[in-house]
């Protein structure tokens, strides 16, 4: 049992560059969220997925596009990198109903680095 | 839109002594509390979580209170120890919505 698996740890793109972060969980939790973490500003909802079929926006989520693949996986994209998003991208996910209580479980995350 | 706010952002005690981290939410619909600590280049990691029925919890050296009507939420870590030493995250989820909103951290030093 991995619980939340993120691929890549380490990434270095050059401004303009895509790339796509994977996330996968094995809990059979239902939604699954992705945050990005900057010094001093603590964790940043990027989007969201309350259940497969469905993605929400969160708090910052200009400049990424996310895919929930099936009920395991679900996908960051960033088209066209920017030095903004360096940051550190946590992949968590949660057996959450609409009015239920159930903690986030998180990847070991993705320290991305543009330039 | 939701926020919550973390207070204090550094926090610094002599081991044995207790810290207090605070946190006020702004929409009144929140029901979860939850609390994680993030140990330098870890994940963070869950660590006592309240629901909005109920006052405090808790869990060996660990507590959390709730206040609904004044809408904040304080950690209470006692006997602290060096291993205390980590970045502490609240957080608040508003029933109706899967969206759960982080304070800003406090990072906590513990001096042996």
């Known amino acids: 049992n991995a619980g939340v698996t993120q691929t890549p740890k380490f990434q270095v793109l050059k401004t303009g560059q895509s790339m796509t972060l994977q996330c996968a969980q094995d809990?059979?939790?239902?939604?699954m969220y992705w945050y990005r973490q900057d010094p001093g500003m603590g964790l940043r909802l990027i989007y969201y997925s309350a259940s497969e079929g469905t993605t929400d926006k969160g708090e910052v989520p200009n400049g990424y596009n996310v895919s929930r693949l099936n009920k395991r996986e679900f996908s960051l994209r960033l088209e066209s990198a920017a030095p903004s998003q360096t940051s550190v991208y946590f992949c968590?996910?949660?057996?959450?109903?609409?009015?239920?209580?159930?903690?986030?479980?998180f990847g070991n995350g993705t320290r991305l680095t543009v330039t | 839109g939701e926020n919550v706010e973390q207070h204090p952002s550094t926090l610094s005690v002599q081991e044995g002594d207790s810290a207090v981290i605070k946190c006020t939410y702004s929409d009144s619909a929140s029901n979860y509390f939850p609390w994680y600590k993030q140990e330098l280049g870890k994940r963070p990691q869950l660590i006592i979580d309240i629901r909005s029925n109920v006052g405090e919890k808790k869990d060996q050296r660990i507590a959390v209170t709730l206040n609904k009507t004044a809408k904040h939420f304080s950690l209470h870590i006692t006997e602290t120890q060096p291993e205390d030493s980590a970045v502490y995250f609240c957080?608040?989820?508003?029933?109706?919505?899967?969206?759960?909103?982080f304070g800003t951290g406090t990072r906590l030093k513990v001096l042996a």
């Open positions: 957080a608040a989820r508003t029933s109706g919505t899967y969206k759960y909103i």
């Open positions: 968590a996910s949660s057996l959450v109903g609409l009015h239920g209580n159930s903690p986030l479980h």
């Open positions: 809990m059979n939790h239902n939604s």
